[in-house]
Nanobody
Framework: QVQLVESGGGLVQPGGSLRLSCAASGFTLNFYGVGWFRQAPGKGREGVSCISTSDGSTYYADSVKGRFTISRDNAKNTVYLQVNSLKPEDTAVYYC????????????????????WGQGTQVTVSS
């Protein structure tokens, strides 16, 4: 089955860290843009980060620059989002999604991606 599966979320205290995983199955993550989005309760889905697997270009929302890092493990066919210095406002369901051939200039907009969202992984930042 061709799909992306998110994992790695959890409950963490402010200032803590998590590593979110986006594992691909049924296909290889070559020549794709892989984006991470999040949706907090009562809010719209917002772009957090994106990686273009063809050249490794990475992109971040201003709200997470310097705290989040996106990366790819070719051997595991997985994209990671390392989230550090977490704040309560980072609480959300985090989703990954793919599109060909790269992130594109409007990677941060859900309208730039095919409507093929997974279940996501919950991140809760609370003391």
């Amino acid at each position: 089955q061709v799909q992306l599966v998110e994992s790695g979320g959890g409950l963490v205290q402010p200032g803590g860290s998590l590593r979110l995983s986006c594992a691909a199955s049924g296909f290889t993550l070559n020549f794709y843009g892989v984006g991470w989005f999040r949706q907090a309760p009562g809010k719209g889905r917002e772009g957090v980060s994106c990686i273009s697997t063809s050249d490794g270009s990475t992109y971040y929302a201003d709200s997470v620059k310097g705290r989040f890092t996106i990366s790819r493990d070719n051997a595991k066919n997985t994209v990671y989002l390392q989230v550090n210095s977490l704040k309560p406002e980072d609480t959300a369901v985090y989703y990954c999604i793919r599109r060909r051939p790269s992130c594109g200039t409007r990677w941060y907009s859900t309208s730039s991606w095919p409507p093929n969202w997974g279940q996501g992984t919950q991140v809760t930042v609370s003391s």
